[in-house]
């Protein structure tokens, strides 16, 4: 692990579900010994239940308002990796809170790449039992002008390593830093 890194703000990571939100945070965090917030593993810690358990048992309103109570709550934090869950960027007063300290990444794939990276595992309840390219590409489309509209900069991820997004990543932020100061 390098030095730690000063960015002077927090990075933000906005995308669809098998963006690769988390791997890709954990990967800046080795790389620039940065921390990492990973939201849904906070708020399922703090609930001691899995998403999928507070779905189910709570509902899907009660999940949104602890994501944006979470971000509230991180403001105060620099130099943090923010992992968002998929649908955070969906609430406008949750785009105002990242960007008040963050700069935000929006990590981008397409539906057939994003079919193969969620396609073994249970632990999404937005797409469980509806996962084929037809919904992912639907539900996409449906987000996708309030992804854009929340980024400050956007990755590819397809057929590139871990290792080669963030350093992609980390270029961009720092010529989006030059431009915004
Ligand atoms: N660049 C990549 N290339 C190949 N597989 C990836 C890449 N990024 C993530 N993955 C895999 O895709 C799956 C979903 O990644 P994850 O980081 O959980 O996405 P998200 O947090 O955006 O939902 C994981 O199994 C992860 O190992
Ligand atoms: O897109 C969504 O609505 C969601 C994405 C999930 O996170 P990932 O994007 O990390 O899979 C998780 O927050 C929850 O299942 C809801
Ligand atoms: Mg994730």
Redesign the pocket.
């Known amino acids: 692990m390098r030095d730690k890194k000063d960015f002077g703000c927090n990075i933000v ?1 906005i ?12 990967t800046l965090s080795e790389m620039y010994g940065l921390e990492v917030v990973e939201m ?1 593993q906070l708020i399922s810690e703090r609930e001691n239940m899995s998403i999928p358990m507070i779905f189910e048992t709570r509902g899907e309103e009660y999940f949104r308002n602890l994501e944006t109570e979470l971000l509230i709550e991180l403001q105060d934090r620099k130099n943090v990796v923010i ?1 968002c ?2 649908g955070v960027p969906m609430r406008e007063r949750n785009v105002a809170e990242m960007k008040k300290n963050g700069r935000v990444a929006l ?1 981008s ?1 397409s539906p057939e ?1 994003i079919l ?3 396609k ?2 249970h632990d ?1 309840p937005v797409i469980e039992g509806r996962k084929n390219v037809e919904y992912i590409r639907s539900l996409m489309e449906k987000r996708r002008e309030k992804y854009m509209a929340a980024a400050d900069f956007i990755v590819n ?6 290792e ?2 963030c350093r992609e990543l980390v270029e961009k932020l720092e010529e989006c830093n030059k431009i915004i100061k």
């Open positions: 990571l995308g669809f579900m098998g963006a690769g939100k988390s791997t890709i945070a954990g849904d992992s869950g998929g990590l794939a790449v193969e990276r969620v073994d595992s999404r991820t397809d057929k590139k390593s871990a080669e997004i």
